[in-house]
């Protein structure tokens, strides 16, 4: 017995020799921290969840502390880790993009099963997380909805004064839902919020909390998705500041808060489906906004821009319909470098595109509800044609995009190759366009088009979505009949 417990603890530290050994051979655990910290802090992304009972919630940074004592105290160490605080409390919803803009083109969309927030989300959890951010500054993100704070408020109001009481810290703030539930906590929040840069509020926005968020010196970003007009016009804050809005308002609100957004670069406009325009008798004066570079507008009618003057507008996004864009292009005497815009009325789209002598990328999305879609892409495309005379437009023109063409038959597909011939044989310092990008493409590599593409972009013509053909056609087949064969013995 003797000499068995004497092997066995000779094993043991036998084992412990070895594993010391390994550990410092290893080139993992010879990598300096500060690398070690950088790579933590890519893993930082949001697709990166796991299910814990019925919630999703991010991996990083808690699993980077479960693979040794030297990563763990490597995560601890860095507060940048543990600087986003996200609290999902909604049953089942389509997140928002976690840069804030719901625009956007990103805009990315995640599933949150159904889930009890009360009784899942751990104070502990939440407790160490602020603790090892320091004293730095942290982004908090707050949905709640689909539920009801009376069954356990206790713990709701423990878990809302945690976060509130950081306010100070708070530079990225993300809030939505069911905000009565939470107006008694925020309420608190009322008094000057010294590194708040961005703020998106999303749901139904009480009046005892408009003050909320008065007095932030450095916010510069806002995204409001509410339905803003006279009579509810949510939080207070000061648009002189902004340089980015992101909105959901009645036209004649949206004036009259841009009236006071002299330094707003940035503006992304939704109306409210109004089924009659407001009455514009209303609105005295147009509505300078001298520093505006970007321009996007999601609504119905184009309307709001007759009261609009932004002389250094640059990229222009639109939808449906477009006829007071002329006007507006030409009382602004602004220079588009760029323009998105659906194939609604193709003279308009002309018109504009003959008014911008410096845009350099256009996109033609397909706009719904456009049954002459093809026809309208024949038309830009022999627009845009050189004939070597005055009358060509857009020069300097160097990125198209648009939807996918539906035949090989198309005259849409003969106009953009004579398009692209007349632009690119030329000598190349002349050659503006440097790309090309066609959505959903279905033109084959056994048609003549695809031909005639492909050797475009065999000459240095970036062409993006052109089909290739395969690679080895018989490998394939024998992997489909392999594949055939294997379904029908199981």
Not at 406 to 432: E, F, N, Q, T, Y
Not at 463 to 478: M, N, Q, V
Request: glycine share 4%.
């Amino acid at each position: 017995m003797l000499e068995e417990a004497g092997c066995q603890k000779e094993m043991a530290l036998l084992d412990r020799t070895l594993t010391t050994v390994l550990e410092r051979v290893s080139h993992i655990f010879r990598i300096p921290r500060e690398i070690l910290t950088e790579i933590f802090r890519w893993t930082l992304w949001p697709e990166y969840t796991r299910v814990v009972g019925t919630r999703n919630v991010p991996i990083p940074p808690w699993k980077l502390g479960h693979i040794c004592r030297y990563w763990r105290a490597t995560a601890q160490a860095d507060p940048r880790l543990w600087s986003d605080v996200i609290i999902d409390c909604r049953q089942s919803c389509n997140r928002q993009p976690r840069n804030g803009h719901w625009d956007l083109e990103a805009g990315r969309h995640y599933f949150t099963p159904p889930c009890n927030p009360v009784s899942e989300y751990p104070l502990e959890a939440l407790a160490t997380q602020l603790r090892l951010s320091g004293t730095g500054c942290v982004s908090v993100e707050f949905w709640l909805e689909d539920y009801k704070p009376v069954q356990r408020p206790s713990y709701m109001m423990t878990l809302l004064n945690a976060l509130i009481a950081e306010s100070n810290r708070w530079t990225r703030l993300s809030i939505g839902g069911q905000l009565d539930c939470m107006a008694g906590a925020l309420s608190q929040v009322c008094g000057p919020l010294d590194q708040l840069q961005y703020l998106l509020v999303g749901g139904c926005w009480p009046k005892q909390l408009q003050n909320a968020f008065s007095v932030a010196p450095n916010l510069q970003e806002v995204s409001l998705g509410l339905e803003l007009s006279n009579h509810s016009p949510g939080p207070l804050i000061c648009w002189s500041q902004l340089t980015k809005l992101d909105i959901t308002a009645e036209p004649d609100f949206l004036l009259r808060s841009l009236m006071s957004a002299a330094n707003l670069r940035q503006l992304v406009y939704t109306d409210l489906m109004l089924v009659e325009l407001p009455d514009s008798s209303r609105i005295t004066q147009s509505t300078e906004l001298p520093e505006l570079r970007r321009l996007s507008l999601q609504c119905e009618t184009s309307w709001v821009v007759q009261y609009l003057f932004t002389p250094k507008l640059e990229r222009l996004e639109l939808n449906y319909e477009i006829e007071h864009i002329p006007p507006f292009i030409l009382r602004s005497r602004c220079r588009l470098h760029s323009l998105r815009i659906g194939c609604v009325k193709l003279a308009t789209i002309i018109t504009i595109l003959q008014m911008s002598p410096d845009l350099i990328q256009l996109e033609l999305p397909y706009a719904e509800g456009c049954d002459e879609y093809d026809e309208h892409l024949t038309g830009v495309f022999s627009a845009l044609t050189f004939n070597d005379t005055s009358t060509d437009i857009c020069l300097k023109l160097g990125s198209l995009r648009f939807d996918f063409l539906a035949d090989s038959d198309v005259p849409g597909c003969d106009a953009l190759c004579r398009m692209l011939r007349s632009r690119w044989r030329v000598p190349p310092h002349l050659r503006s366009l440097k790309s090309i990008e066609i959505v959903d493409c279905e033109l084959y590599y056994t048609e003549p088009h695809w031909e005639q593409l492909h050797a475009f972009r065999r000459d240095g013509l970036d062409i993006i979505g052109l089909r290739e053909p395969p690679s080895d056609t018989s490998d394939d087949e024998d992997d489909l009949e392999e594949g055939y064969h294997v379904g029908e013995q199981a």
